[in-house]
């Protein structure tokens, strides 16, 4: 049985060959490169695909297909990825939480070059699920506005190639940004809802903060969370208020929506 609809598959699969394509053209290296890294290049990826699927056939009471026939466990091969394959679904903090990883793993020396995003198409699963929690806006959302009512559905993908800065000089590629730190954590407050103090979010920040060997005032930009629901924006407002800095911050889902797990890969 598919728990997907033909519909959403096909969308599913356009964003994961897209994605391929572009990251292979944009970075300058092709899949034979990757594959004579062999185990040194990993996969990092972020979707809701996948588990969605299995809550969704426990509700009808039928079984998915095998997740490892989709579009999802095919694309680190097609891309010549011979290590480790990681996917993380912790929701809408996964797309994040895989680039971390894939720093992570650079970082410790695990892996010479990792291939990292996330990609989530919009879903019967996520409509309903957002619909069922009171959290959809009727007009595109407003993050931080006052008036501010609910979240804008996205869906899409993103996918980087992460490596060390002397390999990225070595073959002359296109070098977006240097990746410093990141934090990682969990409210442990609410399935939903975060902690309203904005205790969990400053956390974070700190932790990539330091890791970075940044100070605040050093920081120009922060791009917000900021999915336009009141819980939200109130907390994220509360934990950049503590940050000692003068950073601009804004959120681009007014623009894109709320890409779930894909979110925090395409925002980047």
């Known amino acids: 049985y598919e728990v997907q609809t033909k519909e959403e598959k096909s969308r599913l699969e356009c964003i994961f060959s897209d994605l391929g394509e572009q990251l292979l053209a944009d970075a300058g290296i092709t899949e034979e490169d990757i594959r004579e890294k062999k185990e040194r290049a990993a996969f990092s990826f972020a979707t809701s695909v996948g588990a969605n699927d299995y809550i969704t056939a426990h509700v009808k009471g039928t079984i998915p297909n095998s997740l490892a026939k989709s579009n999802l466990y095919k694309l680190p091969r097609q891309l010549g990825v011979g290590g480790a394959v990681f996917i993380n679904t912790s929701a809408c903090a996964a797309g994040t939480t895989a680039l971390g990883t894939a720093y992570s793993l650079i970082a410790s020396g695990a892996a010479d070059l990792v291939i990292a995003g996330g990609a989530d198409p919009l879903t019967e699963f996520s409509a309903y699920g957002f619909h069922s929690l009171q959290s959809l806006s009727s007009i595109p959302c407003r993050?931080?506005?006052?008036?501010?009512?609910?979240?804008?559905?996205?869906?899409?993908?993103?996918?980087?190639?992460?490596?060390?800065?002397?390999?990225?000089?070595?073959?002359?590629?296109?070098?977006?940004?240097?990746?410093?730190?990141?934090?990682?954590?969990?409210?442990?407050?609410?399935?939903?809802?975060?902690?309203?103090?904005?205790?969990?979010?400053?956390?974070?920040?700190?932790?990539?903060?330091?890791?970075?060997?940044?100070?605040?005032?050093?920081?120009?930009?922060?791009?917000?969370?900021?999915?336009?629901?009141?819980?939200?924006?109130?907390?994220?407002?509360?934990?950049?208020?503590?940050?000692?800095?003068?950073?601009?911050?804004?959120?681009?889902?007014?623009?894109?929506?709320?890409?779930?797990?894909?979110?925090?890969?395409?925002?980047?």
């Not at 070595?170 to 990746?179: G, P, V």
């Not at 990141?182 to 442990?188: Q, V």
């Open 143 to 268: 993050p931080f506005d006052k008036n501010r009512d609910g979240i804008t559905l996205g869906e899409g993908g993103a996918l980087f190639v992460l490596e060390e800065l002397f390999c990225a000089k070595e073959r002359n590629a296109h070098i977006y940004a240097e990746i410093l730190g990141y934090g990682l954590g969990n409210d442990a407050y609410h399935a939903t809802s975060p902690d309203p103090s904005g205790n969990g979010a400053y956390r974070v920040m700190k932790q990539a903060i330091c890791q970075a060997g940044i100070e605040e005032t050093e920081i120009d930009y922060i791009n917000a969370h900021g999915t336009g629901t009141v819980i939200n924006d109130s907390m994220e407002v509360k934990a950049i208020e503590r940050l000692e800095g003068g950073a601009t911050v804004t959120s681009t889902k007014s623009q894109i929506g709320h890409c779930l797990a894909a979110a925090g890969a395409i925002e980047f």
